[in-house]
C-alpha cells in the first residue's frame, strides 16, 4: 500500500497517463486531502457529514481513488454524493471500458443502456 505523501504523485502520473494535464487546482484537492484526512482507510471512516463536507477539487480526487480501487466508499457516500464513477473509470481503464462497450453493442444493447450498466458497475465494484 502507498504511503499518504505517494498517493499524489501516482495521481498525477495517472491524470498524464489519460492526457489531462494535471493543474494545480486539480492538484490541490489530493494534497489537501493528504494532508487532511490521510489514507483512504480514514475517509472512509469518517462521517457522511464530514466526507461530503470537502470542497469539489478534493471530491474529484476521490473520485480517481474510488475509480482506482484505492477506496472503498460506502453505500451511503454513492447514494448521496453520486460521483461520476463511470467516466472517471472509463477515463483510467480506458481498454476494459471500450471492451465493455463493444461487448454491449455486440449483444444490441441500446447506447444508454450500456452507459447506465457501466456507471453501475463502477459503482459496485469492489
Not at 20 to 49: M, N
Not at 72 to 92: F, K, M, N, W
Amino acid at each position: 500500500m502507498a504511503t499518504r505523501w505517494t498517493w499524489s504523485p501516482l495521481y498525477e502520473n495517472d491524470l498524464w497517463d489519460i492526457g489531462q494535464a494535471p493543474e494545480q487546482t486539480v492538484l490541490w484537492g489530493a494534497r489537501w486531502f493528504l494532508v487532511h484526512v490521510g489514507e483512504p482507510q480514514a475517509f472512509a471512516a469518517l462521517p457522511l457529514d464530514e466526507q461530503l463536507a470537502v470542497r469539489n477539487s478534493v471530491h474529484r480526487f476521490i473520485a480517481w481513488l474510488i475509480a482506482t480501487r484505492r477506496l472503498q466508499p460506502s453505500a451511503d457516500y454513492l447514494v448521496v454524493r453520486r460521483p461520476r464513477l463511470g467516466i472517471s473509470l472509463s477515463r483510467h481503464s480506458p481498454v476494459f471500458h471500450a471492451l465493455f462497450i463493444n461487448t454491449a453493442a455486440t449483444l444490441e444493447f441500446p447506447v444508454k443502456t450500456a452507459q447506465a450498466q457501466w456507471a453501475a458497475l463502477a459503482r459496485s465494484a469492489p
